[in-house]
Nanobody, 121 residues
Framework: QVQLVESGGGLAQPGGSLRLSCAASGSFFEISIMGWYRQAPGKEREWVASISRLGKTMYEDFVKGRFTISRNNAENAVFLQMDNLKPEDTAIYYC???????????????WGQGTQVTVSS
């Protein structure tokens, strides 16, 4: 069983910062892509950023220059540093990982339970 657990959400003022963490646990071979998604009230879940096992990063346009994704392969963890937060960043943030349970099996997507981020003055 693979589990992804997020932490680090909370309340921030506009222009402030928060750092999200997500750690994977359980029995698996490796995690190829790790990423972050978010879902605001009444909206569809949307992709925010991803990082490959080799450290290649990709960002959705609305967070470029403000958010930074990173990972620690040894700890099976991914992080999202969020700076210059805006009220429209308010959402539940979900960690996602493409997990190879065994070397001869294709990757499966796993999700964390989500962590609330609220940006308000």
């Amino acid at each position: 069983q693979v589990q992804l657990v997020e932490s680090g959400g909370g309340l921030a003022q506009p222009g402030g910062s928060l750092r999200l963490s997500c750690a994977a646990s359980g029995s698996f071979f490796e995690i190829s892509i790790m990423g972050w998604y978010r879902q605001a009230p009444g909206k569809e879940r949307e992709w925010v950023a991803s990082i490959s096992r080799l450290g290649k990063t990709m960002y959705e346009d609305f967070v470029k220059g403000r958010f930074t994704i990173s990972r620690n392969n040894a700890e099976n963890a991914v992080f999202l540093q969020m700076d210059n937060l805006k009220p429209e960043d308010t959402a539940i943030y979900y960690c996602n990982g493409l997990v190879e349970v065994a070397p001869d099996q294709g990757p499966l997507a796993y999700w964390g339970q989500g962590t609330q981020v609220t940006v308000s003055s």
